[in-house]
Every structure is written in structure tokens, then in C-alpha cells.
């Protein structure tokens, strides 16, 4: 078994995978020192979210997704003498959605949200692995985009999300109508509108769920 096949074996073990990844030069700024590849962490489905929800940070205090990466996440670096860097707990904030786009698996969208090549719009990041090693990374995909229809541009039925970007607080105030119901259920009909957000086994409720921490 490969180095890249024993590290996904063992991120599957919490419901995690690698999204992507890309080599880091030893003269580059904004790394851990001796970083040679970063690896960005996702969720695993099917199966994430029973997993996650049936782990002891379960237990109704605050930030429980956060406290289950720090734990679990830190846990998988420390094994591998790498660096765990996460997207809470700033500021400030490690720059995922740059380290995202370098990849060359997660594209801006035609509504500027991330657009990931097997998680679609649903992409998500848990936190990335800063190795001291060289190692392979998953290839480069192509853009699901080029070849859509786009029904993301004209999915949000509050008109928040387009082209233009996203009108944080015209969306919270249509989840605060009737209208926003099932939004706040079943997840953001932007994200749900991309074919390959589709065909990603994410389940309504860790929708949900993100939509209500978003919205409190």
C-alpha cells in the first residue's frame, strides 16, 4: 500500500478525505517552516454526518464540528509529525479559499461560492495538512462549470445569490419570511441547484444544521 493510500485508509476512519492538495516550495511565506505539501480535508460521504454526530463533542455545547476537527484533525497530524491548519479560530484566518483554488480540484463558481469537483457547491473544508514531505496529491480536474447550464445563477429565490456575489443580509432576511423554510431545511437552493452538488451524498440534515448555525 502506498503513503497516499494509507493516509486516505486512515482519514477514512473519522469520514474524512483528502480534496486536494499542491507542493509547497521551501521559500514560500504563509506555511509552517519545513512544509512541503498541504493537503485539504473534507468530508467523506456517505457517512459523515452519523459519524460525526455520534462522537463525545456531540454533547450540545457550542462549536461541536470544530471541536471534533481540532481533536480528530490534531490527532491525524501529530501521527504524521505534520501540521494541522484549520479554517476557524482567527483572526486571522489561514487563507483556505486561495490554498482552494491552487489545487486545481475547486474552481470559482458562477456565483462566486467554491465549486469542488466531486462535492460540487456542498465543498466544504475541515482543515489542511501541512506535511514535511513531498507526496502525491490528487490530479488537477476540469471545471464542472464549462460545460453547465448554470442553474445556479437563478436558484436563490431571495435573489441573494447571483453573479454579482452574495447579499449576506438580503438571505437572512428572507430566511426570516415562511419563504425561507425550506432553506433553513433542507439546505441553501443555490448550493442544491449544481448538478454535481447532486450527485454528492450529503445528507439534508448537516444541511440544515449549517443553516441554522448560519442563521441564529
Do not use: N
Request: contains cysteine.
Amino acid at each position: 500500500m502506498s503513503g497516499a493510500e494509507e493516509l486516505a485508509a486512515r482519514l477514512a476512519e473519522d469520514q474524512l478525505e483528502v480534496l486536494g492538495g499542491f507542493a509547497v516550495s521551501e521559500a514560500e511565506a504563509g506555511f509552517p517552516p519545513g512544509t512541503r505539501t498541504l493537503l485539504m480535508l473534507g468530508p467523506k460521504e456517505p457517512g459523515f454526518w452519523g459519524h460525526l454526530t455520534s462522537q463525545p463533542e456531540w454533547d450540545g455545547a457550542p462549536d461541536p464540528v470544530d471541536r471534533w476537527s481540532r481533536r480528530v484533525i490534531g490527532r491525524i497530524a501529530c501521527d504524521l509529525g505534520a501540521k494541522a491548519l484549520f479554517p476557524f479560530g482567527g483572526p486571522p484566518y489561514h487563507p483556505f479559499y486561495q490554498w482552494a483554488l491552487r489545487t486545481g480540484r475547486v474552481w470559482d463558481s458562477p456565483v462566486r461560492l467554491l465549486v469542488h469537483a466531486g462535492q460540487g457547491l456542498m465543498a466544504s473544508f475541515r482543515a489542511a495538512l501541512a506535511l514535511k514531505e513531498a507526496v502525491a496529491v490528487p490530479p488537477p480536474g476540469t471545471k464542472p462549470c464549462d460545460a453547465c447550464a448554470a442553474p445556479c445563477l437563478t436558484a436563490c429565490p431571495a435573489g441573494a445569490i447571483s453573479g454579482a456575489g452574495y447579499d449576506v443580509p438580503r438571505c437572512h432576511a428572507f430566511l426570516d419570511q415562511p419563504e425561507g423554510a425550506d432553506c433553513l431545511s433542507g439546505g441553501c437552493l443555490v448550493r442544491r441547484a449544481c448538478p454535481v452538488s447532486q450527485s454528492y451524498a450529503r445528507l439534508p440534515e448537516q444541511s440544515a444544521y449549517h443553516m441554522g448555525q448560519f442563521h441564529r
